[in-house]
Each structure stands twice: as structure tokens, then as C-alpha cells.
């Protein structure tokens, strides 16, 4: 079986290049839902991992800013068919709103993870979003449409509020610096 893939959206989240890994095939998606799974579809369809990483950077709402945390369950935040009936987040015609085929790691916070292809900078109306990203719901769906195992590790840059962008450029550069004991432990837990 080949090494685990670790997939970041971008080499931001990768500061000094902390995250290269003999023991890992890092690849980068590019942001957003469409690319994330273009990316994993591609590289899933070439090889066969034995564990897929999906690490980076998120916002949140309910948890503190320099903290990793660990996304169990993955939210499409931005798939509304509520006019037609489906609850928010719901892909019409698909089964239940939430994606659970993240795998846990001790020692560590577990949550949902919200994708959607916008930065968030206030308070959803309708959800408490605890994590909040861009690519891994689109990630956690094709391993589970192609049966690989998945983990997603998520560094808390900013709260999701106005200070959101300003705040993530600075944090991001701590990002890889935090992830990266998460990944050796998700590595040796999920052999």
C-alpha cells in the first residue's frame, strides 16, 4: 500500500516547508470545493493511499484562534434546496446533510467541519459553524464515494468575523508549525 497523501489548498499553509515528509505525497488542491475535488479525484484514481490527510487552515465561530482540531463530520454550508423541501446543506436527493467518515485522534477537539467556497468574515443566521473551510467537505466526499480512509486536521486561524482575513494571513504562517505533530500522530494511529 502506497504512503498516506496529505492535501493542503495552499502552499501558505505549508510555511518553511515544514509538512514535507519522506513519509507522506503532499499535493496542493487550490481553493475551493471544485478544485479540492478535482485534485483528490485525480490523485485517488492514479494510487492508492492507505490514509488521506486533509490538513490546512479554517475560521471559527465556537472554538479559539492557534488551536488544531480534528473534523469528524464535514457541512456543505453553502447548498441551499431549502425552497424545494431539503434541509440546509442537504444535496437534493441525497441521503442526511452531514458527511461522518472522518476518522478521530486522540488528544484532540472533534467537530464538524463547514465547506463552502466563500471566506466567511459574520455569523451565519441559521448555523453555529465550528469550523469553517473551503475544501475538505468535497475531500471527505470523494473518499468516501472511492472508499479511502480520511482524516482532516484543521488549524484555528481567526474567528470568522470582520478581522478574518487580516487575521488569517498572519496565523496561517503558524499553521504548518501546529499541524504538523497532528500528522505524525494521524500517520502512526491510522496505519
Known amino acids: 500500500m502506497s504512503q498516506p497523501l496529505l492535501l493542503l489548498a495552499l502552499p501558505h499553509e505549508n510555511a518553511d516547508d515544514?509538512?514535507?515528509?519522506?513519509?507522506l505525497a503532499l499535493?496542493?488542491?487550490?481553493?475551493?470545493?471544485?478544485?479540492?475535488?478535482?485534485?483528490?479525484?485525480?490523485?485517488?484514481?492514479?494510487s492508492?493511499?492507505?490514509?488521506?490527510?486533509?490538513a490546512g487552515s479554517a475560521g471559527s465561530h465556537t472554538l479559539?484562534?492557534?488551536q488544531v482540531v480534528v473534523a469528524t463530520q464535514f457541512h456543505q454550508r453553502d447548498m441551499d434546496a431549502t425552497a424545494m423541501g431539503f434541509s440546509l446543506g442537504e444535496t437534493p436527493f441525497?441521503?442526511?446533510?452531514?458527511l461522518a467518515n472522518g476518522l478521530t485522534l486522540d488528544g484532540y477537539t472533534h467537530t464538524t467541519c463547514y465547506t463552502g467556497d466563500?471566506?466567511?468574515?459574520?455569523?451565519?443566521?441559521?448555523?453555529?459553524?465550528?469550523?469553517?473551510?473551503?475544501?475538505?467537505?468535497?475531500?471527505?466526499?470523494?473518499c468516501q464515494q472511492l472508499g479511502h480512509r480520511f482524516?482532516?486536521?484543521?488549524?484555528i486561524t481567526d474567528g470568522a468575523?470582520?478581522?478574518?482575513?487580516?487575521?488569517?494571513?498572519?496565523?496561517?504562517?503558524m499553521a504548518a508549525a501546529q499541524l504538523q505533530p497532528a500528522i505524525a500522530q494521524a500517520i502512526n494511529t491510522h496505519r
Not at 466567511?120 to 468535497?138: F, G, N, Q, R
Open 118 to 142: 466563500s471566506f466567511v468574515t459574520s455569523k451565519h443566521p441559521a448555523l453555529d459553524m465550528s469550523v469553517i473551510d473551503m475544501e475538505a467537505y468535497a475531500i471527505a466526499k470523494v
Open 94 to 98: 441525497e441521503p442526511g446533510v452531514l
Open 18 to 23: 515544514l509538512l514535507l515528509m519522506d513519509e
Open 151 to 155: 482524516i482532516c486536521l484543521k488549524f
Open 64 to 66: 479559539n484562534a492557534g
Open 161 to 173: 468575523n470582520g478581522q478574518a482575513a487580516n487575521e488569517w494571513s498572519e496565523a496561517v504562517k
Open 27 to 46: 499535493h496542493y488542491t487550490g481553493v475551493g470545493k471544485v478544485n479540492a475535488a478535482i485534485t483528490a479525484t485525480k490523485l485517488l484514481s492514479q
Open 48 to 54: 492508492a493511499p492507505r490514509l488521506v490527510i486533509n
